[in-house]
């Protein structure tokens, strides 16, 4: 079990992380893992999508200004995957930094394979 | 550390959104023409039903178009649901006053997406819409050409059928001026 955790920390690269969150890449696995919530789940392309998706559409100001006395918890579900959140508001606001911040370390990474490879110099 | 997301997708996520913003809109002028012609129908203007019943099916082509596209690139296609179609006009001249109406917004829209190409430097996609820029100079000069037939013919009389006469006629060449 040891020697697994070791395989797969070496390979990963770190693409953005906060004091609440991390998400890794793995280049040899082309996905995706995301140390959140209190767990390491692993995201390919279509599906880390989906979980963006399926964060930014929350409405954060709605649940903040509704006062109705259900619970303050959203269930993020996504389909064909076989991970799922619980997530609190603070949790929710989290994980929308941490994925926000992935996004654009993917995006910078782009450029940066863009400037230093695909185009000639 | 790869380039994953390029590797999986030749459009960006913003030119996706906006092309599926069009497909939704091509959907839904091929439900707005089909009503159309089915108003048409409904109240004996046999000719010009056969023109929007055309209208209908060019624009589901253009939806595919843009569909197909989407996917080839790696992209989520999403199919549209479209709501709030319109059964009723109040006149002959209304339906194809919102005709042009209908054209020139789709015009804008693929304008836009180009604009959004040019800025992160998306020639291929720029290359794909020009064929949509020379079909919408074709609809929308159809579609101000059948406008054009209230003002000439005028709809006293028999007006109205002369029009509805006309419109199956109106025919864009290929190239401008012909």
């Not at chain 1, 770190?14 to 004091?19: F, I, L, P, R």
């Not at chain 1, 996905?31 to 559409?57: E, P, Q, S």
């Amino acid at each position: 079990m040891q020697n697994t955790t070791l395989e797969v920390s070496t390979h990963l690269a770190e693409v953005y992380s906060t004091v609440k969150g991390a998400v890794y890449q793995s280049d040899s696995e082309k996905c995706w893992y995301v140390d959140f919530a209190g767990k390491m789940a692993k995201f390919d392309y279509r599906n880390i999508l989906k979980l963006k998706k399926a964060i930014y559409a929350i409405d954060i100001e709605e649940i903040l200004l509704n006062s109705s006395k259900t619970a303050d918890v959203e269930i993020v579900f996504i389909c064909a995957c076989e991970h799922c959140y619980v997530l609190t508001l603070l949790e929710i606001i989290s994980f929308k930094e941490l994925l926000e911040g992935t996004f654009v370390m993917l995006s910078l990474n782009q450029i940066l394979h863009d400037r230093l490879y695909r185009i000639a110099a | 550390m790869k380039d994953i997301i390029r590797v999986k997708s030749l459009i960006s996520a913003d030119v996706e959104t906006l092309l599926n913003q069009q497909i939704k809109k091509e959907a839904q002028s091929s439900s707005a023409y089909l009503s159309m012609a089915s108003w048409c129908d409904r109240n004996g203007f046999d000719n010009s039903a056969e023109y929007f019943f055309k209208q209908a099916e060019e624009e589901r082509q253009h939806q595919m178009k843009f569909f197909r596209y989407v996917l080839d690139m790696g992209g989520t296609a999403l199919s549209p649901e479209i709501t709030n179609v319109k059964i009723e006009y109040n006149s002959f001249r209304e339906i194809f006053e919102e005709a042009l109406d209908q054209e020139i917004s789709v015009t804008q829209s693929i304008k836009n997406i180009a604009a959004r190409c040019h800025k992160e430097q998306d020639y291929v996609t720029v290359e794909f819409l020009n064929w949509f820029f020379k079909e919408q100079r074709e609809e929308e000069y159809k579609a101000r050409r059948a406008l054009e037939l209230f003002d000439l013919i005028g709809e006293e009389g028999t007006g109205r059928w002369e029009i509805d006469k006309h419109v199956g006629k109106i025919h864009y060449g290929n190239e401008a001026g012909e």
